[in-house]
């Protein structure tokens, strides 16, 4: 079942912006947390970027200062707008939301998308 769905991701040169979505298939009754991850070949999958449920926002050193993330509770909906692109930044993102389906759901769990590829050119 694909919970989260990524679009936006693509090729650009350096130096260039991406914007990249996650949307939500179906309901959720509370998202504590969301974030975008990224996994580049040969490499473990990272955190880049997170959102609380509070608005707390949390970035990774090497992307501080040219990323944004921003969520949209209501429209279970998160956004990662990328500038000033590195060729090191080239990976599959992956959307992430801490989060519960329904109100009997006893703890939050992770929901992810399937990703989606930026890849970035010197």
């Known amino acids: 079942q694909e919970h989260l769905v990524e679009s936006g991701g693509g090729l650009v040169q350096a130096g260039g912006s991406l914007s990249l979505s996650c949307a939500a298939s179906?309901?959720?009754?509370?998202?504590?947390?969301m974030g975008w991850y990224r996994q580049a070949p040969g490499k473990q999958r990272e955190l880049v970027a997170s959102?609380?449920?509070?608005?707390?926002?949390y970035y990774t050193d090497s992307v501080k200062g040219r990323f944004t993330i921003s969520g949209d509770n209501d429209k279970n909906t998160v956004y990662l707008q990328m500038n000033a692109l590195k060729p090191e930044d080239t990976a599959v993102y992956f959307c992430?939301?801490?989060?519960?389906?329904?109100?009997?759901?006893?703890?939050?769990?992770?929901?992810w998308g399937k990703g989606t590829l930026v890849t970035v050119s010197s």
């Open positions: 179906g309901s959720f009754y509370s998202i504590s947390v």
């Open positions: 992430n939301f801490n989060a519960r389906r329904i109100l009997a759901q006893p703890l939050d769990i992770d929901y």
């Open positions: 959102v609380t449920n509070d608005g707390s926002t």
